[in-house]
């Protein structure tokens, strides 16, 4: 079990599996920086941010910038959005008969990606709401601004693991207070960073696919 002054922001797993080198600047030296992408970022968030916007119908409760913890992950953070369905089965609430099935939202600036990064958020989120409720989260949800899509995400073992593996990491990062050298990717140029991180000075190429397909933040 971790201290609450121990625990981790969970955004930074994202930042995490993304770079190594862009969460210890974010998450160690404190450096951060804007740029397009963090500015769509900050406006498709406004509404998922505020905590006083709730939306009730009969069957289905949504709420919105829900704080979450986990002691035994040593991590912490605010979900976008959190949706409870009405079920035969599942998590009591204050003020609402019934049981009710908790689904987790996290909404992106971005388009789907093949790697992880987003999944291992959610998954994270998902993994506090288990912890507090002491339930079983079988999915969740990314909601893509870019492509104007939902992808559902299935939480199964493999994502359970690297989202613990990871997590683990990261504590053993912070506690070590190492920056990662830089290493240059094509990804690179869309990160609010770059100006700070200066990857282009190593002129270390990893390996021509990562410079190829370098993802988007």
């Not at 990064?117 to 989120?125: F, G, N, R, S, V």
Request: aromatic share 12%; proline share 2%; charged share 30%.
């Amino acid at each position: 079990m971790y201290s609450e002054d121990e625990y981790l922001m969970i955004s930074g797993i994202q930042h995490y599996l993304f770079c190594k080198r862009q969460r210890a600047l974010i998450h160690i030296e404190n450096e951060w920086g804007e740029n397009a992408f963090t500015k769509m970022g900050e406006i498709i968030h406004n509404k998922t941010d505020n905590p006083l916007i709730k939306e009730k119908r009969t069957r289905k409760i949504i709420s919105r910038a829900m704080p979450v913890s986990s002691k035994k992950l040593g991590i912490s953070g605010i979900l976008d959005t959190i949706e409870f369905y009405k079920a035969n089965e599942g998590i009591t609430i204050d003020g609402k008969k019934g049981y009710w099935n908790p689904i987790v939202v996290e909404y992106k600036s971005g388009k789907d990606k093949k790697y992880q990064y987003d999944k291992a958020q959610l998954m994270a989120e998902a993994l506090c709401i288990e912890e507090m409720f002491a339930i079983n989260i079988k999915k969740g949800y990314i909601y893509y601004h870019k492509t104007d899509n939902r992808l559902e995400v299935e939480f199964d073992n493999g994502l359970r693991q690297l989202t613990t593996d990871t997590i683990l990491e990261m504590h053993q990062a912070y506690k070590e207070k190492k920056i990662p050298s830089a290493s240059y990717y094509r990804k690179c140029n869309l990160c609010s960073l770059n100006d700070k991180c200066l990857p282009r000075l190593t002129k270390k190429y990893k390996s021509v696919n990562n410079y190829i397909y370098g993802e988007e933040l």
